[in-house]
């Protein structure tokens, strides 16, 4: 059987390469690739239905990124030993490859649409992340499914002063930007990711250093389009169109539209009328089958999307008469669930995040149990968006994908200004619970965040604020206006959404997804600088709920202490089978857990009272500690011999109390002296050669009168 396999090698400029391989596996799909870099490969799939569903007026796409856990040598943990449900983290890299296809798709196009990218083959220190966009585009680049791309993503990132395409996993250590960044050959149309608190300058030269690279790629996809003969794209007919209906509905409604949309109404209030003026329309039409009025009701969506735009580029008037610039009105409060370790209320007009802080022992680390990333982590964050928050009827099935990602953004943010690991003892878990949106919860969910961690005394080096910028342009791009604080309906009917977050000293994460083509790098600026002025301004309000963190955890919140004992003793602290370590902790009622780190052992003490942590301490100390020449030991009596006492120091530590070295008299028999189990008061006079420990009773007792 003959193969007709066709390659192409796109050049890093460093050195390495990324090759990119057709026709010999998954022949079936609509399209199929392999990309491989160093010994990381990826197996990309696309299929399109070749007909849309009756009714389906958007592009039912669907993106799943799967990591094989064979592809690093691997078996899978758990009961069935088998690939589950998609982790957080695949599910990021689905949303990062979902976001920057979606807006390349025509419009018009709504057959079912899946695209499947496999890690197949995995390199420890090259990230498949990267690779994952460019390859999905490169799969589609082959098929016959319509698609305004190629696009690509790669990772730019900045090591010693330097910016790096696609970096190891070790480079990524020493990094201060960290960037995916997606785009077409034209234009970029999604970044996500975090920085070292950097400018806004740096940020964009950082996007269009990673441009340059993704321009190579596109290119490469498109040689590749050729040589494999997919240029011709297939034909559909997805839409249902009536040119007289959309004109009467424009003409009957755009003004009606138009002054509900500059009345600054509230978003309630706003969303009734604006159907009663769809359902009043449509009334009059009489008897209509379902196209017409499935048409009708797309074409008063277009009135909307018309005037409200309109408005802001006419007027800079938003639908809640702010100015584009403007922050709406923000309140907080810390302290507010007594029983938490820390709390905040974070409400900024009709969005309002309840978020919590929870303080937890090493015990409480998340395993990650990934075929690509595994290990544990001590910072989590949650984020929940219930149906109630929008005043909707919606079953709680769990974080979703979008969860998951506005609560990664929200913990990228946050985790830049927490304490450096060996000031915080502490795994620490944010709960962001969402309780009213009206656009970015995720923000509001930042600075929450922010809130609640100097509420519960977490030392954090700078309070981080977020916004989340909007832009309306207009159809030939030589008008634009950049909205600050965007409201939901301002997300769903703009350009673009951009979210900042950062300090007072610069950036420390970005999200951005464009909808359209041609923004410029003028305009970037510009959004950046005024997203940072409201950043700044947010900040201002937050401080006048609480400026810097407790001086110290709430009297609830449990406390830790960290030892560092010495690697012989961690045997003697944990006992056979356990036996020691299990003791203390039930005598105790403290938590004790104990790692070998750096050739030492690093235990960790952990309780909600200063009394149990100070017993399980002096334990520990006791085992974990050698005798010292001079000290002075509270021992008890182990065994009785003629010639003195041997007497137990510490744990497992006896020494010998010679006869003559308990009372200053002469003492001519043990007999009558010591019972076993007694305690008594010595001194460790030397330690000799072998180990063994000389004590005296009668240093410590004053020396009586000479006669």
Known sequence: MSLNVIKKVIDLGDGRTIEIETGKLAKQADGSVVI??????????????????????????????????????????????????????????????????????????????????????????????????????????????????????????????????????????????EFIVAGSEHDINMV??????????????????????????????????????????????????????????????????????????????????????????????GEIDDITKGLAKKYYHDVEYDAIRNLVLDEGKRLDGRTTTQIRPIWSEVGYLPSAHGSAVFTRGETQSLTTVTLGAKDDEQMIDGAFINGYQKFLL?????????????????????????????????????PAEDENPYTIRIVSDILESNGSSSMATVCAGTLALMDAGIKITNPVSGIAMGLITNEMGTKYAILSDILGDEDHLGDMDFKVTGTVNGIVAVQMDLKINGLSYEVLTNALNQ??????????????????????????????????????FIGAVIGPGGKIIQEMQRETGATISIEE????????????????????????????????VGEIYEGKVKSIMPFGAFVEIMPGKDGLLHISEIDHRRIETMDGIFQIGDEVRVKLLDVDKQGKLKLSRKALLPRPESK
């Open 382 to 418: 949650h984020y929940n968006f219930p149906g109630f928050s929008t005043g909707e009827v919606r079953p709680n099935r769990g974080a979703g994908r979008r969860e998951i990602g506005h609560g990664n953004l929200a913990m990228r943010s946050l985790k830049r200004v927490l």
């Open 36 to 177: 491989k870099m160093g010994d990381t490969m990826l197996l990309a799939t696309v299929v399109s239905s070749p007909e849309a569903k009756e009714g389906v007026d958007f592009l039912p796409l669907s993106v799943d990124y799967q990591e094989k856990y064979a592809a690093t040598g691997r078996i899978p943990g758990g009961f069935l030993r088998r690939e589950a449900r998609l982790s957080d983290y695949e599910v990021l890299i689905s949303r990062l490859v979902d976001r920057a296809l979606r807006p390349m798709f025509p419009e018009d196009y709504h057959a079912d649409t899946q695209v499947m990218i496999s890690l197949i083959s995995a390199d420890k220190d090259i990230m498949p992340d990267c690779l994952a966009g460019l390859a999905a585009s490169a799969a589609l680049s082959v098929s016959n499914i319509p698609f305004n791309g190629p696009i690509s993503e790669v990772r730019v990132a900045k090591i010693d002063g330097q910016l790096v395409i696609n970096p190891t996993l070790t480079q990524l250590q020493n990094a201060t930007l």
């Open 597 to 628: 780190k750096d050739n030492q052992g690093i235990v960790q003490v952990f309780a909600d009272n200063k009394a149990s942590i100070d017993a399980a301490v002096t334990r520990i100390r006791n085992i974990a500690s050698k005798p010292e």
């Open 531 to 568: 997203a940072k002025d409201g950043r700044l301004h947010i900040l201002g309000e937050m401080a006048k709920t609480i400026t810097a963190p407790r001086e110290d955890y709430k009297p609830h919140a449990p406390r830790i202490v960290t030892l560092r004992i010495d690697k012989e």
């Open 192 to 285: 996500e990711g975090e920085s070292k608190e950097i400018q806004e300058a740096e940020l964009v030269e950082a996007i269009k250093f990673a441009h340059t690279a993704i321009k190579i790629q596109c290119l490469a996809q498109k040689e590749l389009t050729i040589e494999v003969g997919k240029t011709e794209k297939r034909v559909y007919n997805h839409e249902h169109s009536n040119e007289d209906l959309k004109k009467a509905i424009y003409a009957a409604t755009y003004d009606q539209v138009y002054a509900i949309a500059s009345s600054a109404s509230a978003k309630d209030e706003r969303g009734a009328k604006f159907k009663e003026v769809r359902d009043t329309y449509i009334a009059t039409l």
